[in-house]
């Protein structure tokens, strides 16, 4: 009996420091966001949007729970290809990342985490990875968050990703690039947008951060037989931007 009521008692304390589930109806919204109307997935990112500003100002625990569980949830989402969801769930991250721009470094590291292309995986769960990073990635882009980290940009908040978010964003797209010839164009398409955007924001001397990963000088080097067209097309580009 003592040994019940200590495993009892250290139940309950575990359970007790688990941070409680969003309501019901804040839950719902995640639903609507697989929806097949566009003006539904619309409506419930912005309800997203909505109600985690509300409860921003009032930082408590329940606040920040419901912010982790969020993002952690939009990445997953993203990756998922029922109905709607990419589309869905991609529009509410960048509606989040709008709102708070200072999650950036948590949305990349999840991105990372909840992405990555390990061997053991099938190839449609391989797939469905791939294209929810490229979804979240493009939403990192769309949000405008990536030139409001820039401007106040600061590195203690970066602890888990240290070489920051230009870096990591290249890095994650070009092993999508590497992974799937299938992904090389619309990678390099929201790499070049990416560019574009830091050369707009008076950032131009940190594109090389994003092409640290892209030994595009090598490519163009071979035969042209080898040549991947993507990869010219890529130097084109960036010769027209910078």
Request: net charge positive; hydrophobic share 40%.
């Amino acid at each position: 009996v003592t040994l019940e009521r200590h495993r009892l008692s250290r139940a309950t304390h575990v359970v007790c420091r688990v941070a409680p589930m969003p309501s019901a109806g804040f839950l719902q919204h995640f639903h609507d966001l697989a929806e097949a109307r566009e003006s539904v997935r619309c409506n419930a990112a912005l309800a997203i949007r909505r109600a985690l500003v509300a409860g921003s100002t009032n930082s408590t625990d329940a606040h920040v729970a419901e912010l982790e569980y969020t993002v952690r949830r939009l990445i997953r989402g993203a990756q998922s290809s029922r109905r709607c969801c990419r589309q869905g769930f991609s529009l509410a991250a960048a509606e989040l990342l709008d709102a708070f721009p200072q999650e950036l470094p948590r949305v990349l590291n999840l991105v990372r985490e909840l992405s990555a292309l390990q061997s053991g995986l099938k190839p449609h769960e391989q797939k469905e990875r791939m294209l929810g990073r490229l979804c979240v990635l493009t939403a990192v882009l769309h949000s405008g968050c990536l030139k409001r980290m820039l401007e106040n940009f600061d590195a203690s908040k970066w602890k888990l990703l240290p070489q920051g978010p230009i870096k990591e964003i290249g890095r994650s797209l070009h092993e999508l690039w590497a992974a799937r010839p299938y992904m090389r164009p619309p990678v390099v398409h929201l790499l070049v947008q990416i560019c574009r955007e830091l050369c707009m924001s008076s950032c131009s001397g940190r594109v090389p951060e994003a092409l640290e990963q892209w030994p595009v000088d090598k490519h163009l080097r071979k035969e042209e037989k080898d040549l991947d067209v993507t990869i010219a097309y890529l130097a084109l580009e960036l010769r027209q931007t910078l």
